[in-house]
């Protein structure tokens, strides 16, 4: 889906244009100066060697209605209905956009499905939002990682809460107690680190993280569901190594 995702998601260009200069670019900052809102769309690749020069996470939200595309330090990132297709920055001498997709295939509450809508995407300063109704996937943005959340302010049943996110990657997949990587020997990897589940009080367990062969599944055990307090945030991070 995605053309153009540490403790708590990566190719690119042989080439990159020149950074041009904010005033003709038309580079303005966002209200919060945490970011960079670009008022016209911009090249991927001249979002990459400004953020390679120290800038902000920086976005576009003009290239294609529906979309958000931005990149930090290592990474660029495209944001639409499906999920993120995620794109390391791994130098000119590697492959051109390698791209891993992460998409949400299904949620489950207690064994039964539970159900969600195709994403709506929306930024409020360095956090991208797909809302898809009954769930939020949150997407929080600094220009060396993307932290991916999956937000549940309801639940209607007991059991356990399982997520599970279908990826595509070129990459070979290493899995680990301490991560899953997305890994090209020859220049780099992705990781998927550790998962954490977060109550409303702050109160937080790490859930399992599990490679199930063409995605991963996230889990979140029924008795710590039972004594939390809602929001209930999953929150798995993605890095570029």
């Not at 809102?37 to 990459?48: G, I, N, V």
């Not at 680990?176 to 090209?184: K, L, N, T």
Request: charged content about 20%.
């Amino acid at each position: 889906m995605l053309s153009a995702l540490a403790s708590c998601l990566p190719a690119l260009a042989a080439t990159v244009t020149p950074l041009i200069p904010a005033q003709d670019a038309r580079i303005e900052h966002a209200s919060t100066h945490t970011g960079l809102q670009l008022s016209e769309p911009t090249p991927p690749a001249s979002l990459l060697e400004a953020a390679m020069a120290g800038l902000p996470v920086l976005y576009d939200e003009a290239a294609e209605p529906g979309r958000i595309l931005s990149a930090g330090h290592g990474w660029k990132a495209d944001f639409g209905p499906s999920g993120l297709d995620y794109t390391p920055v791994l130098g000119k001498a590697a492959p051109v956009d390698q791209i891993t997709s992460f998409e949400l295939r299904s949620v489950t509450l207690g064994g039964e499905n539970y159900a969600y809508e195709p994403g709506v995407v929306g930024r409020s300063g360095d956090s991208v939002t797909l809302d898809r109704g009954t769930l939020r996937e949150v997407y929080h943005l600094d220009k060396d990682i993307v932290e991916q959340t999956f937000v549940f302010d309801e639940l209607p049943g007991p059991g356990d809460l399982v997520v599970e996110v279908a990826v595509k990657s070129p990459w070979a997949v290493e899995a680990s107690d301490e991560a899953i990587r997305f890994v090209d020997p020859s220049f780099g990897e992705i990781s998927y680190g550790k998962a954490f589940a977060v109550d409303a009080n702050g109160w937080s367990i790490g859930i399992s993280r599990e490679w199930i062969g063409d995605g991963i599944a996230l889990t979140v055990p029924a008795a710590f569901l039972a004594e939390a307090t809602l929001p209930i945030t999953l929150d798995p991070p993605i890095g570029t190594g």
